[in-house]
C-alpha cells in the first residue's frame, strides 16, 4: 500500500488543519473581547472533542476504514467526558470574567471620576439641601399624624408624652410648627377641664406656649404664630399664659366664645401688632390680668364679652397705639381697672357697652394723645350707684 503524499503548508484540504486554524482565530478574539471567554470555552472544548476523535478514528495505513468506524459506545463516551469537562471548566471561567469585569470597572472609574479634594461643589450642596428640606417635612408630618392620634386617644401617659414630642416637632422643624400649634390649642378646645388627667396635659401644654412666646428673636420662638382657644372653658385654671409674652406683627389669638372661670395673665406682655380677641367671650368669677402691658399697636377687643363677677386690670399699662375695645361688653359685677395706667396714642371704646353693677375706673391714669370714648363721647369711667364720671379735674 503506497504511502499518501504530504501536503502543503497553504493546503487547507486536511480537516484536522482547517479545525486547527478555526480554533486559533477564536482564541484570538476571546483573548480581544474577554466577556466572550465563558461561551467560547464550551464551543472550545466541543471542538476539541471532534478533533479528539478524528485522530483516534483516522484510518492507518493497512487498514481499512470500515474497521476503524467508531460505536455508539464510543461516541456516548466521548460526548460524556466533553460535558464533564465543561461542567468543571466552565465555573473557573465564570470566576476569571467576574475578576476582568471588576477590574475594567475599576480602571474605568479611575478614569471617569475626578480627583477628590476637601472642597465641594455648591451646587451639589445645594441640591443635597434642597432633597433633605423635601424629605424632612414629609417625615415630620408622618409623626405629627402619630402624635395627634396618641393625644386624642392615648392614656394620660401617652398623652403628655405626644405632647412633648409635637413641641420637640415644632421646636425643630418650621414646616409643621402651625400644624403641631393648631393640634396643641385644638386639644385645649376639647378637653373635658373636669378630668384630672386632661387638667395636667393641659398645664403641660400652657407652660410649652408660655416659654415659645417670650423672646421674638431667641433661637426657638412661636412669636408671630397664630394660638385659637375659642370656645375654649378655662375652669379653675390658674394660668399665666401670656405673661412676659411678646405679639409681634402678625400675631393672632383668639378666645372668642371661650369661657373663664380661672384665672389667666397677660401681665408685662408687649401688644407690638398682634391681633387679640376675646369677642363674644364669658368672664364668670375669674381675673384677667394685664397689668404693666404695653399696647404699642395692633388690637385688643372684648367686643360682646360678657364680663360677671370678675375682677380685669390693665393696672400700670403703657398705651402707645393701637386700639382697645369693649364695644357692646356687658359689665355685670365686674371690676375694670385701668389705675396708672399711661395713654399715649391708643384708642380706648365702650361702644354700645351695658353697665349694670360693678365699675370701670382710670383712677390716676394719665392721658395724652389717644382717646377713650363710649358712643363717640368721652369716657372717664362708670361706677355702680354713680353711674357714668365726669370730667376729672386734672387729667
Not at 409623626?143 to 401617652?158: D, E, I, N, P, Y
Not at 416637632?169 to 390649642?185: H, K, M, S, Y
Not at 408685662?268 to 401688632?273: I, Q, R
Not at 355685670?332 to 365702650?350: C, I, K, P, Q
Amino acid at each position: 500500500m503506497s504511502t499518501p503524499a504530504p501536503k502543503s503548508e497553504g493546503d487547507d484540504t486536511d480537516p484536522l488543519q482547517r479545525a486547527s486554524r478555526r480554533v486559533t482565530e477564536r482564541v484570538a478574539g476571546v483573548l480581544g473581547n474577554p466577556e466572550r471567554l465563558v461561551p467560547m470555552s464550551a464551543v472550545g472544548f466541543g471542538w476539541l472533542l471532534l478533533l479528539v476523535g478524528m485522530v483516534t478514528t483516522a484510518t492507518p495505513a493497512g487498514v481499512s476504514a470500515s474497521d476503524t468506524i467508531p460505536s455508539l459506545v464510543d461516541w456516548v463516551a466521548m460526548l460524556s467526558g466533553g460535558v464533564a469537562a465543561a461542567a468543571i471548566v466552565i465555573p473557573l471561567d465564570v470566576m476569571v470574567l467576574a475578576k476582568i469585569l471588576r477590574a475594567r470597572a475599576r480602571v474605568r472609574g479611575s478614569i471617569a471620576t475626578p480627583m477628590r479634594t476637601n472642597a465641594v461643589d455648591p451646587a451639589l450642596k445645594a441640591t443635597e439641601k434642597d432633597e433633605v428640606a423635601h424629605r424632612k417635612p414629609v417625615v415630620s408630618i408622618t409623626l405629627v399624624k402619630a402624635a395627634a392620634r396618641r393625644l386624642r386617644r392615648g392614656t394620660s401617659l401617652a398623652r403628655i408624652v405626644a405632647v412633648r414630642e409635637l413641641v420637640s416637632l415644632a421646636d425643630e422643624n418650621p414646616f409643621v410648627r402651625a400644624d403641631c400649634i393648631g393640634i396643641l390649642t385644638t386639644y385645649i378646645r376639647t378637653a373635658q377641664v373636669v378630668n384630672t388627667d386632661d387638667s395636667y396635659v393641659r398645664r403641660v401644654i400652657f407652660e410649652a406656649i408660655h416659654d415659645r412666646l417670650q423672646d421674638p428673636h431667641a433661637a426657638i420662638t412661636w412669636c408671630g404664630q397664630e394660638l385659637d382657644f375659642s370656645g375654649a372653658i378655662f375652669d379653675g385654671d390658674k394660668v399665666s399664659l401670656f405673661s412676659g409674652a411678646n405679639f409681634v406683627l402678625g400675631s393672632r389669638v383668639r378666645f372668642d366664645r371661650a369661657t373663664f372661670h380661672g384665672e389667666v395673665g397677660f401681665e408685662g406682655a408687649v401688644f407690638g401688632g398682634a391681633t387679640i380677641s376675646f369677642d363674644e367671650a364669658e368672664f364668670v368669677g375669674g381675673s384677667l390680668k394685664l397689668g404693666g402691658a404695653l399696647f404699642s399697636a395692633g388690637a385688643v377687643s372684648f367686643d360682646r364679652a360678657k364680663i360677671e363677677r370678675c375682677t380685669v386690670s390693665f393696672d400700670a399699662s403703657f398705651f402707645r397705639g393701637g386700639r382697645l375695645t369693649f364695644d357692646g361688653a356687658l359689665f355685670n359685677g365686674a371690676t375694670v381697672s385701668f389705675t396708672g395706667a399711661l395713654f399715649r396714642g391708643t384708642e380706648v371704646t365702650f361702644d354700645s357697652a351695658s353697665f349694670e353693677s360693678g365699675a370701670v375706673t382710670f383712677m390716676d391714669a394719665s392721658f395724652g394723645a389717644g382717646r377713650v370714648s363710649r358712643d363717640d363721647r368721652p369716657f372717664y369711667g362708670w361706677v355702680e350707684g354713680s353711674g357714668f364720671l365726669p370730667v376729672p379735674d386734672a387729667r
